[in-house]
């Protein structure tokens, strides 16, 4: 298995654990959402454009809307994990670049099952997965924080950083590759990580970065 065929295995097994209406970090959205969400993207892809094109509010959009609320009973809810389970639909592009498109993805939207549900965090993952993790992400930190008003470095505690914004004023964000991605993806509330700089420059970076959340 990939390591994101086994995020996907275990996150399947949270939500099926959590059920239908269990909160989840994602605002608008119960489980069934985020799991209509990940069955969608995986399998119907075109379907979320359509979504994105109706610019109804998270939870109302017009077809994850629909299979949600199939998934509102618990027998509509485990065909639903079982969709998620089986995978990429083969003719999806995400199935034909694995890791790379997939295991941030997964990683994320299992974190914000379990922590919105009260879960807690996942078990702890393999090295191998930390690594992927780590690699996959740094593009999109790049992304993420190409506007930032500050130079950003990533700092694994105890392990590699990378700098993914230049500025003469330097912001570190330091933590584990999962607490990493939940920051750069938005969930800056949930995520555990700390800051080392210039107190003015990290409260900078912040207001820039955490304005939406």
């Not at 959402?33 to 119907?44: I, P």
């Not at 485990?78 to 999806?92: D, I, M, Q, T």
């Not at 996959?136 to 505690?157: E, H, K, T």
Request: glycine share 8%.
């Amino acid at each position: 298995m990939s390591l994101s065929e086994i995020e996907r295995a275990f996150a399947v097994e949270s939500f099926t654990a959590a059920g239908p209406d269990a909160p989840t970090l994602c605002s608008g959205w119960r489980s069934r959402h985020l799991l209509a969400h990940l069955v969608l993207r995986d399998q119907k892809p075109l379907a979320i454009a359509r979504d994105v094109i109706a610019r109804k509010p998270p939870g109302e959009e017009p077809v994850l809307g629909r299979v949600a609320e199939e998934a509102s009973t618990p027998e509509g809810y485990l065909a639903l994990a079982e969709r998620f389970s089986a995978g990429p639909s083969r003719v999806n592009p995400v199935a034909w670049l694995g890791d790379r498109a997939n295991l941030v993805e997964y990683v994320v939207h299992h974190e914000d099952l379990r922590r919105g549900a009260g879960l807690g965090p996942a078990p702890a993952r393999s090295a191998e997965t930390l690594d992927a993790l780590w690699r996959n992400l740094q593009p999109m930190a790049r992304m993420i924080m190409r506007r930032s008003p500050v130079g950003v470095v990533l700092v694994v505690p105890g392990g590699p950083r990378a700098v993914v914004r230049r500025g003469p004023d330097t912001v570190a964000i330091v933590g584990d590759p999962v607490e990493l991605a939940l920051y750069l993806l938005g969930r800056t509330k949930a995520a555990d990580v700390r800051f080392e700089g210039v107190a003015e420059t990290v409260a900078r970076l912040r207001m820039a970065h955490e304005k939406t959340d």
